[in-house]
């Protein structure tokens, strides 16, 4: 379960999918939102604190932002209520605590730094697909690269639909963290968990060198253990494995298409290198159009350095 969800939040009225979002969860988890907003740093501006004027503007974003969250923690409870556990003497949500706060810096980098305090981060981002915005979703990559908890991205075009929780493996250390993330989303919202490994079944560069299914073999493999690992942590759960034969992000992306979250893991870099995130990740968040979940150990003892915009 989730104690805090922060939602970075811009005051754009075509932004608001990601609070909706973070509202939803916190309502199912009894979490709190964390409501932030960055006051972005120009080069000439005073490193120690921003103008007034600028955290009056800010202030009033937040006000703002907070009415808005107040509504869909409302319209959310409301749902939960109408639930047929709920309506069979289920526990009733209760009111969500919203807090709110400034931050004084580069967009990026702030947000991953304040992360060390939420259970999980949840930034909004445009679809890839968009046209002309090829670019439009780095902010959103370069946070979910460095901060130090589980990141959600959530295209501004969602609207609440989807169901059903994707998860991408590949048998790496990552995946574990992944499955378990989306193994307890998936019993947590009674849906159905579909464990996805793309790739090829042959290694054309192998060609002659191995048997040509060994690819395939251990992608099997892999599905296999992970489905495993998730009935093991929800023997309840309803489990289903594919081996989509494409490059592994347009494989997520495809087998995301009308779920309600895709789940993938992130390689725990340190340093310099924290600031890539995989590929596979990265190519899914520049193309997002279903609500993503970086999944990570929370809290990282990691440093976060650098401008993540």
């Not at 972005?40 to 005073?46: A, M, Q, T, V, Y």
């Not at 489990?239 to 009308?258: D, F, H, N, V």
Request: proline share 6%; charged share 20%.
């Amino acid at each position: 379960m989730t104690d805090t969800i922060m939602v970075a939040v811009d005051g754009d009225p075509e932004h608001r999918a990601a609070l909706s979002w973070a509202a939803r969860r916190a309502v199912r988890d009894r979490a709190r939102l964390d409501l932030v907003y960055v006051i972005e740093r120009s080069w000439g501006d005073s490193p120690e604190q921003p103008e007034p004027r600028l955290v009056a503007a800010a202030d009033s974003v937040l006000t703002e932002q907070r009415r808005i969250a107040s509504y869909h923690v409302g319209v959310w409870s409301e749902h939960a209520r109408s639930l047929p556990a709920a309506r069979s003497g289920g526990p009733t949500p209760p009111a969500v605590e919203i807090s709110m706060r400034h931050l004084y810096g580069r967009v990026g980098s702030e947000l991953a730094s304040a992360s060390y305090e939420a259970d999980l981060l949840v930034v909004g981002s445009h679809s890839g697909v968009e046209p002309g915005r090829p670019f439009a979703s780095s902010l959103a990559v370069r946070v979910a690269a460095t901060a130090l908890c589980p990141v959600a991205v959530i295209p501004h075009t969602w609207n609440g639909e989807g169901e059903g929780v994707v998860v991408g493996v590949d048998g790496g250390p990552a995946s574990e963290v992944a499955v378990a993330f989306a193994a307890d989303e998936a019993a947590a919202n009674g849906d159905r968990l579909d464990i996805v490994c793309a790739g090829y079944a042959a290694n054309p560069l192998l060609a002659g060198f191995v048997p040509e299914l060994s690819v395939g073999d251990r992608r099997q493999r892999v599905v296999e253990d992970a489905a495993r690992s998730a009935g093991e942590m929800h023997p309840e759960l309803s489990i289903r494995t594919t081996l989509p034969e494409t490059s592994p992000s347009r494989g997520l992306i495809e087998a995301a298409e009308g779920s309600g979250l895709l789940v993938v893991g992130t390689h725990n870099r340190h340093g310099v290198k924290r600031l890539m995130l995989g590929s596979v990740s990265h190519d899914i968040l520049l193309n997002v159009q279903t609500p993503v979940v970086v999944a990570r150990p929370r809290r990282e003892a990691v440093s976060v350095s650098g401008d993540a915009r």
